[in-house]
């Protein structure tokens, strides 16, 4: 028995003569079977990448909170973004702030959803304080130095919120999150790239992070297949494969269908990602085209 089904893959396990064992075609290579792990077959984990979470309760309890805070974060969303459609004399944000304000006391354990949630509250408030100076300076009833006290005021709310974040938002983010789905898990793990990215290059967008990454991305020739296997903090759902069916790479994609390449061999352009100690480097796939190329 083989941890992967190809040659080359390690061996778990051995099965002895006249052994039954029940098993389904492989959806990546038809000449194996897929099977569970019998008796006496043993896996090991590094204690270090591991902790104690809970037994069965504790996996119920955090899907309910999932589903949760999920619920909450759109609904802050559409509430925010239906505030900042208004008239400075209209806008109540109140409600949306304390939506926000609640996923960031009791949900720290989704630091997605905290991420969005601070996003989305330092936009609001953005946007109230902009449209509540327009206003005042309509009705000549802010003078200079009550500006900049506003100003001042809010950049370090905003600052307290988002310490490492660019200097502007985009408004398109109310749209972006509201409908996103929360298990969009590749989705977020580029967001969370970019965040990291932009702590350190101050003003600079989404597109500009992915700039860079293309002028310094690798072309990569073999052929694609589907990573299946459910395990935790899996690199991509893609393999690579080179000549003689040995694995390059784990792949994923938010802008490319790798799916539709699946069997094919292709020449990818790709930016490294984090491998998260799998045998094999991972990357980000930015184009894709069918056959090698020189």
Same mark, same amino acid.
């Given at each position: 028995m083989r941890l992967e089904p190809h040659n080359d893959a390690p061996i778990v396990g051995q099965l002895q003569a006249? &052994?039954?064992?029940?098993?389904?075609?492989?959806?990546?290579?038809?000449?194996?079977? =897929?099977?569970?792990?019998?008796?006496?077959?043993?896996? /090991?984990?590094?204690?270090e990448f591991v902790t104690q979470a809970g037994g069965p309760e504790y996996l119920a309890n955090m899907e309910k909170r999932k589903a949760q805070v999920t619920d909450l974060l759109a609904s802050a969303y559409l509430n925010a973004e239906a505030e900042c459609k208004k008239s400075y004399e209209e806008?109540?944000?109140?409600?949306?702030? =304390?939506?926000?304000?609640?996923?960031?006391?009791? /949900?720290?354990? /989704?630091? $997605?959803?905290?991420?969005q949630a601070k996003e989305g509250l330092a936009l609001l408030k953005e946007t109230f304080l902009n449209k509540k100076i327009a206003f005042l300076e309509a009705t000549s009833e802010l003078s200079p130095t009550a500006k900049q006290e506003l100003l001042a005021k809010h950049a370090s709310e905003r600052s307290e919120l988002l310490p490492n974040a660019t200097a502007k938002i985009d408004p398109s983010l109310w749209s972006k999150a509201a409908k996103k789905e929360e298990g969009s898990f590749w989705d977020t793990m580029e967001e969370s790239l970019y965040l990291s990215w932009a702590a350190f290059h101050s003003g600079k967008t989404l597109d500009d992070y992915y700039s860079e990454q293309k002028a310094n991305a690798s072309?990569?020739?073999?052929?694609? &297949?589907?990573?299946?296997?459910?395990?935790?903090?899996?690199?991509?759902?893609?393999?690579?494969?080179?000549?003689?069916?040995?694995?390059?790479?784990?792949?994923? $994609?938010t802008q490319v269908n790798l799916a539709q390449y699946a069997g094919q061999t292709v020449t990818i352009m790709a930016s490294p990602r984090p491998n998260h100690h799998f045998a094999f480097p991972a990357y980000f796939v930015f184009s894709i085209e069918c056959g090698a190329h020189d």
């Open positions: 006249g &052994e039954h064992v029940n098993g389904t075609v492989c959806p990546i290579n038809h000449k194996w079977l =897929e099977i569970a792990p019998p008796k006496g077959t043993h896996f /090991f984990v590094s204690k806008m109540a944000p109140q409600h949306a702030i =304390e939506q926000f304000q609640t996923i960031l006391r009791n /949900f720290a354990d /989704f630091p $997605s959803a905290c991420t072309v990569i020739i073999g052929t694609i &297949e589907p990573y299946t296997y459910d395990v935790r903090n899996k690199p991509g759902d893609y393999l690579l494969r080179g000549q003689n069916e040995v694995p390059l790479a784990y792949l994923y $994609s």
